[in-house]
């Protein structure tokens, strides 16, 4: 798999393999479209409103070209002539009217998305751009480049406004804050930038990566920013005081995407790695501290679950069953309704199993109430036959046959 974009509404995910594009439901895990370009794709990125994909494609013996998809049809709406040269990736701007395409060829344009027309040709960097991230208000975007600068430009006349100088190598990553008062830059050597795009100054200069700075992202409030780089770590960083404020190492490889998932009580970001590993990190922050735990993380390898009984399981979505089933997996996951009922009549039975650590009394009215107990789970046993309980109840049944 060479590129994937999770839909803006959540309910598609877009991968690009090998000749084609497919599109694939979040919820089942099927797939719902193939997208046939003939051709390698290397970038994909849905609208804001999920209605489209733009596509580029990066084969070393194809003609190069970018084309819109209609999600819907999956037919193509446009196909942007005149960037014959290697597109690196497409985005599209907030509200959908504009896309920038940039290359390795160090030359961005910028596209009407409606009508499928370049409105502008910018060639003003001198080596390979890196990244593009647009203003969260659509009306500039900023460019990262192998020439050590960060551009920032106008999208509506395709002027270039600012030329952030500073690095002394190439530039990574670029990304805007959220009032659009400041842009973090990393790099190739792992520092970052913070700058002040009303000063134009460089604001903060934070240390600590060692290599290739492969994603930037700020908070939704812009306090704080996370950095992933190929170090195979992930820094948290405080805007205000431009310190540290933690350290996530232990990675198995290179750290290549970060977001972050930002609750009203509860922050998160997750990580995705080289080598295929998704993690999801819990922040709490508490005056000068700032603790960062491993929530959840997939593991590393291939999903194998051939012969595997899943009869009974709790917790799963419907999406994990689905996918545990496509793997092989067999059975039943338990119903959480019946989960709940199998749970009382357990915690029920606790209560009588309790008493069974001393010998029974023989008494004719115990050896009754005894016999009946006996009767009941042997009823209940029957019926939960094949599942869990079944085998919780059997073990009850004979521990207290042992005791009479």
């Given at each position: 798999?060479y590129c994937i974009a999770y839909s803006p509404g959540g309910d598609q995910i877009a991968t690009g393999d090998g000749f084609r594009i497919q599109l694939w439901c979040t919820e089942t895990g099927e797939c719902i479209d193939t997208l046939s370009r003939g051709d390698w794709p290397s970038a994909i990125a849905y609208s804001p409103h999920g209605n489209q994909l733009v596509c580029t494609n990066s084969g070393n013996h194809l003609p190069h070209k970018v084309q819109i998809f209609d999600v819907e049809s999956g ?330």
């Amino acid at each position: 798999m060479y590129c994937i974009a999770y839909s803006p509404g959540g309910d598609q995910i877009a991968t690009g393999d090998g000749f084609r594009i497919q599109l694939w439901c979040t919820e089942t895990g099927e797939c719902i479209d193939t997208l046939s370009r003939g051709d390698w794709p290397s970038a994909i990125a849905y609208s804001p409103h999920g209605n489209q994909l733009v596509c580029t494609n990066s084969g070393n013996h194809l003609p190069h070209k970018v084309q819109i998809f209609d999600v819907e049809s999956g037919t193509v709406v446009h196909t942007l002539t005149g960037d014959e040269l290697d597109a690196r990736g497409a985005v599209y701007s907030p509200n959908g009217s504009h896309i920038i395409t940039y290359t390795a060829q160090s030359t961005v344009r910028i596209w009407d998305a409606e009508k499928g027309v370049c409105n502008h040709l910018l060639t003003a960097h001198s080596d390979t751009i890196n990244n593009v991230a647009f203003s969260p208000q659509g009306d500039q975007f900023a460019t990262a480049s192998n020439d050590s600068t960060v551009r920032v430009w106008d999208v509506a006349t395709g002027e270039c406004r600012h030329i952030l100088v500073g690095h002394k190598d190439k530039v990574s990553f670029a990304a805007y804050s959220p009032r659009e008062e400041q842009i973090a830059s990393g790099s190739s050597n792992g520092l970052l930038r913070v700058w002040d795009l009303g000063a134009r100054t460089c604001h903060w200069i934070l240390t600590g990566h060692t290599e290739w700075i492969s994603r930037i992202e700020y908070s939704s409030r812009g306090d704080r920013i996370v950095s992933a780089s190929y170090d195979k770590s992930v820094r948290l960083w405080d805007v205000m005081s431009g310190q540290c404020r933690a350290v996530i190492q232990g990675f198995q490889d290179r750290v290549n995407y970060i977001s972050w998932i930002e609750g009203p009580s509860v922050t998160y970001f997750a990580t995705g790695c080289e080598d295929g590993v998704v993690g999801m990190w819990k922040v709490e922050t508490n005056d000068d501290r700032c603790d960062v735990s491993l929530h959840w993380a997939t593991m590393r390898g291939e999903l194998n679950v051939q012969n595997t009984n899943i009869q009974d399981v709790q917790g799963l979505s419907q999406l994990n069953k689905h996918l545990l089933a496509q793997c092989g997996a067999v059975g039943e996951p338990i119903h959480r309704l019946r989960l709940r009922e199998a749970g009382k009549k357990l915690t029920t039975m606790a209560s009588v199993v309790s008493k069974l650590g001393t010998p029974l009394d023989r008494t004719e009215g115990s050896a009754l109430t005894t016999s009946v107990l006996l009767k009941q789970l042997e009823q209940w046993s029957e019926q939960e036959k094949g599942t869990l309980c079944h085998d919780v109840v059997a073990s009850i049944v004979k521990i207290i046959h042992g005791q009479q």
